[in-house]
């Protein structure tokens, strides 16, 4: 189709249609601002939604499924080995991505948001160039930029072959690879390696670190990486991939680390080593706007950059790269044009990594606290002491709660178990409520529950929780 040339006005433009973007369009509009919403796909949602988030959620379900039937022969239950139709599999996760991306779309139109399919790039403070089938150019008051970011694709295996995949090639799913390598043990490396692995894959991680997921409390790590290790063929820790070069057949990677096999074939390789800011090549220079040396829009508490004409919220906005991180900025960022007050100075940003078991930490972890020299009580229950665990055949779960030692304040959460990440819930709210250690053992959890765990972890911090002993001091 022709481009228009045409100039448009807005009030308020979000560029960008993720879990940032369009939160901040519909509250934005919500508010009584007039809303321009520009995407550079047809499709609304961004990464999270597209090829992000809920794919790979619809994914881990399935992979949850097939390992399930496979362990509950040891509940005298014996299922033949599942039969995998992966086109069949492709569908329906589509079809949940298709059906969320039109409900967004529905919501922008039902709030009166006008959708503009071009990219965007600021010509100056108050300008835009739009470029794509809605063309032109666009004159705004403020913009909210909501770009988001891509995964980061180290140039050593940029060797143009469609079998070495980052998150987004992992997602699609065009065949399932007797053997993939895992270049990065973090978020997206365990969570594909975990679908890969339970759909049939031989899967071997190599993660440069001496630990899996950096950034969460080591005593967590250890169930999910115990059983993960039962599941991949190896986990290669402390370990570099120095080279990758592409045969008839395979590709050949080059290892560098322990005791490991030097050089090594593989079906494909999923390249999994974080995400980069977007922030390049749509005229940033041409605005006041400050990025960093990592990339990132410097913003501050109410999503303002450097130009009083532009906001940022989302990935483009700093770590961690979290969708909801993005919606509550969001709000921030709509609630301030609109002239309320708002400031976005959350205690506790939920952290999930959806694996089996999950893992899902907020606020402070003792990791964090170890690094700051900051004195904390810890208080552990470990799930081998619940009931509703045994019910589920998974007691390697463990909750822990962090304390204030003075003020019996509850800093942060960490919860490695079935069903942590929506446990982790409870957690946040009492972080960021402030709660201390008598609120949450006072609030009454119902049994059989896994949220017991919490209430009796912090029954443990305070000298008795019931399923456990603690020897009086
Ligand atoms: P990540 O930062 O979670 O993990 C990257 C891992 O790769 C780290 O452990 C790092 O040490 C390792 N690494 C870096 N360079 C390496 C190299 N050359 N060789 C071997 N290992 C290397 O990044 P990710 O898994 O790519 O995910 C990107 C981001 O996307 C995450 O940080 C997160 O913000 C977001 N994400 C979140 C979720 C979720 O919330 N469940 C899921 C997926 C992605």
Redo the contacts with the bound molecule.
């Keep these: 189709m022709a481009e228009q040339a045409s100039t448009r006005e807005a009030q308020v433009v979000v560029i960008g249609a993720g879990p940032g973007g369009y939160a901040a369009a519909f509250c934005a509009a919500d508010l009584g601002l007039r809303v321009t919403l520009v995407n550079e796909t047809h499709e609304l949602g961004g990464v999270c939604l597209q090829r992000?988030?809920i794919p790979?959620k619809a994914l881990l379900h399935v992979a949850k499924l097939l390992n399930e039937s496979r362990e509950a022969a040891a509940w005298g239950l014996r299922f033949a080995e599942p039969e995998i139709d992966i086109e069949a599999l492709r569908g329906w996760k589509q079809g949940v991505v298709d059906q969320l991306s039109e409900g967004v779309a529905g919501l922008a139109k039902r709030r009166g948001v006008e959708v503009i399919q071009a990219r965007a790039s600021f010509v100056d403070s108050q300008t835009l160039k739009l470029e794509g089938p809605q063309g032109g150019s666009l004159r705004f008051e403020h913009a909210i930029l909501a770009v988001g970011?891509v995964?980061?694709m180290?140039k050593?295996f940029q060797i143009d072959d469609p079998r070495i995949m980052d998150?987004t090639g992992a997602l699609a799913l065009a065949d399932v690879p007797k053997r993939l390598l895992v270049?990065?043990?973090?978020?997206?490396?365990?969570?594909m390696g975990s679908v890969y692995a339970a759909l049939g894959s031989r899967v071997v991680v190599?993660?440069?670190?001496d630990?899996?997921?950096?950034?969460a409390d080591r005593d967590l790590v250890r169930p999910l990486e115990a059983r993960l290790r039962k599941q991949f063929e190896a986990i290669h820790l402390h370990?570099?991939?120095t080279g990758v070069r592409a045969e008839a057949g395979s590709i050949v990677a080059t290892l560098e680390g322990e005791g490991i096999e030097p050089e090594q074939t593989f079906d494909r390789v999923l390249?999994?080593?974080?995400?980069r800011p977007n922030s390049a090549g749509i005229g940033i220079e041409n605005t006041q706007v400050v990025v960093d040396e990592r990339g990132f829009v410097e913003v501050d508490e109410q999503m303002r950059t450097a130009d009083p004409h532009i906001l940022a919220i989302g990935?483009i906005a700093g770590?961690?790269?979290?969708?909801h991180k993005a919606s509550h900025e969001a709000r921030v960022a709509a609630e301030f044009l609109a002239g309320q007050p708002a400031c976005f100075d959350k205690v506790a940003i939920p952290?999930?990594?959806?694996t089996d078991p999950e893992l899902a930490w907020c606020g402070l972890t003792e990791t964090a606290a170890k690094a700051a020299g900051r004195e904390v009580k810890v208080a552990r229950f470990p799930w081998a002491a619940s009931g509703r665990a045994l019910t589920l055949g998974r007691t390697e779960g463990v909750t822990k709660l962090i304390f204030d030692p003075e003020t019996e304040r509850i800093l942060g959460v960490g919860i490695v178990g079935v069903g942590a990440?929506e446990l982790i819930a409870e957690g946040t709210l009492a972080v960021e409520m402030g709660a201390v250690a008598h609120d949450v053992a006072e609030t009454i959890h119902a049994h059989p529950t896994l949220s017991e765990t919490v209430g009796e972890g912090a029954e443990a911090f305070l000298g008795s929780a019931t399923h456990i002993y603690t020897r009086r001091r």
């Design positions: 992000g988030c790979s970011s995964p980061a180290p050593l998150s270049v990065g043990g973090g978020y997206i490396g365990l969570e190599v993660e440069m670190l630990g899996l997921l950096p950034g370990t570099k991939v390249v999994a080593v974080g995400r990935d770590e961690p790269m979290l969708a952290a999930v990594v959806f990440g």
